[in-house]
């Protein structure tokens, strides 16, 4: 059952954008919160950014801060991740992710999220 559509990664050069996108039917996956995660060979998944349903709670992680945004679509329950100045460091699978509960912790571990999506490349390289 895929509960979290991913979509927009690819293969660009450094400076280049791309946008993310996260469709789900499940209101509710909505409604608890979704955001983004990365993940590189031999590395634990990293936090990247989060968004409300409503989009008055948004965090980022500090190496993205300044160069992504986040967003979100309250009527097509969708949240899209717009990715500006990509470097190299930012190479990895991108996951999608809903929260588990409408709790915010201080620290958004993996743990808090129980429903993800399939991962989608990105690779940003000359």
């Known amino acids: 059952q895929v509960r979290l559509v991913e979509s927009g990664g690819g293969f660009v050069q450094p400076g280049d954008s791309l946008r993310l996108s996260c469709a789900t039917s499940?209101?509710?996956?909505?409604?608890?919160?979704m955001g983004w995660f990365r993940q590189t060979p031999g590395k634990e998944r990293e936090f990247v950014a989060i968004?409300?349903?409503?989009?008055?709670?948004?965090r980022y992680s500090d190496s993205v801060k300044g160069r992504f945004t986040i967003s979100a679509d309250n009527a097509k329950n969708t949240v899209y991740l717009q990715m500006n100045s990509l470097t190299p460091e930012d190479t990895a699978v991108y996951y999608c992710?809903?929260?588990?509960?409408?709790?915010?912790?201080?620290?958004?571990?993996?743990?808090?999220?129980?429903?993800w999506g399939q991962g989608t490349q990105v690779t940003v390289s000359s």
């Open positions: 968004i409300s349903s409503n989009s008055k709670v948004i």
């Open positions: 499940e209101r509710t996956l909505f409604t608890r919160g």
């Open positions: 992710a809903a929260k588990s509960t409408h709790i915010w912790p201080a620290i958004l571990s993996p743990s808090y999220f129980h429903a």
